[in-house]
Every structure is written in structure tokens, then in C-alpha cells.
């Protein structure tokens, strides 16, 4: 695929250190899996050959290749380096940012590049690892979509004698397409109850999720207590089996 634009480098006549480069910004536009194609353009005006060094980046994944990353010059003479923009089948819709940079005469000058990565924008929220323990309601978000998403979690009790409360909401950081992050909720547990605790998140375009804990709560002392009511029943049973068969 032919991108729309190409860089230019003019490179002035020696001292070398007066060279700029022609156009600082590039825009491109592509869906995931496709290979977008440009060159970059170094004019060199002088009396004498010049050497350019190219490099190209973007973090994490090297998505440029340049035919070369450095090319000698002669006088008054263009040269025209291809260069591809790869983008990778997964990468999600949005902005993408990259940079070629250009070096020559002990001066360096990047030019940027900017990709739009076109496609419809999946959401995908889920809920998981939910738990108790230490005081705190323990979960992770996990973006199962392809865009960023700036979620809202709210947490909710409702016990058996307790009843029904919601807790103030919290708004994580923005979670990044196929990643996850573990939170936790300040949640103080009643000394005696039965509970049902339900995490619900919400994001823009509709998006939901929601998981419940089932969690019940009893006083040690109230535990030995009932155990101590208990044990004489299995005896009382076992002298009447032996009343009855003597």
C-alpha cells in the first residue's frame, strides 16, 4: 500500500551542520496486518558527498524497516531510501507514533511519524479473581477488547442482616487493550452475617461487567460457642442407641 507522503531531507553545501530536514511530521493511515510503503527523499546540494545516517524506532516493537540505514551521497545528487511501515494483525485502532531519525555532520533531527490504525473498536471488559481477605475486596480488570478503556468500579454488599449498601465508586487507571491490572476495595466485614458482595464496571460505549462473592462471617467466639452446644448431641444419640439395644 502506497502511503501519501514522503520525507524530504535537504542538505545544504558543506559545513554539513546546516542541513534541516524538509518535513518534521508524517501522516499515515492503515488497518492492522497491512504494509504501508514510503521513501525518504535526501537532496544533497553541495560540491561534495555527504553520508546520512538513518534509524528508525518505536517502542515496544520495531514496526519500520528502512532499505538502508546509511547512505553516501554524491555532489549535487538525490537519493531516494524506501522505507515500510509494518502493522502488526492485533494492534488495535487508534494513534500510533514512530520516528525516523536523520544524522549527519554531528547533528541529529527526527522526523515523526504519525499512523492512524483504521478499524471498528471492540470493547471487552471482564471481572475476575474476585476474593476477601486482609479487610479488602480483591479483583483484577482484565481489557479482553481492542481499544483503551477508562473503567468506573463500584462495589455493593448485601447481607442477610446487614441489607443492601453501595460504596463510593472508583475510577482506575485507563486500561490498555490486552492487559490487566489487580485492585482492591476497602471493605470493613460485619462480625456476623451472610454476604453477597458484587463488583460492577462500567465503561464508555456501553460496556459492562459485574462479579459476586459469597461470603459468609462468623465470630470465633460464637463458632466455639456452637461447637461446645453441639457436642453433647452425638453422646445423648449414642446413649439412647445403647438403652435401646440393652
Known sequence: MRAALALVLALAAPPTAGWEPGREY????GGPGTVLE?????TNPGPR???VDLRASRAPTPWIALAAERVTIPARTRAEIPFTVTVPADTPPGEQTATITASAGGRSEPIRIHLRVSGPRVPALTVEDVSYSGGSVHYTLVNRGNTPLSSRVSLHSDGLLTGPTSHPP?????????????LSERWDAPALDAVDLRLRVT???GVSAESTLEKTF????ALLLLLFLLLPVPLWFRRRAKRAGG
Do not use: F, I
Not at 508524517?26 to 493511515?29: A, P
Not at 514510503?38 to 535526501?42: A, E, F, G, S, W
Not at 472508583?170 to 489487580?182: D, F, G, I, K
Open 26 to 29: 508524517v501522516y499515515l493511515e
Open 38 to 42: 514510503d521513501r525518504v527523499l535526501v
Open 49 to 51: 558527498r555527504l553520508t
Open 170 to 182: 472508583r475510577e482506575p487507571a485507563v486500561l490498555p487493550p490486552a492487559s490487566r491490572v489487580s
Open 203 to 205: 465503561a464508555a460505549g
Open 218 to 221: 462468623v465470630p470465633r467466639t
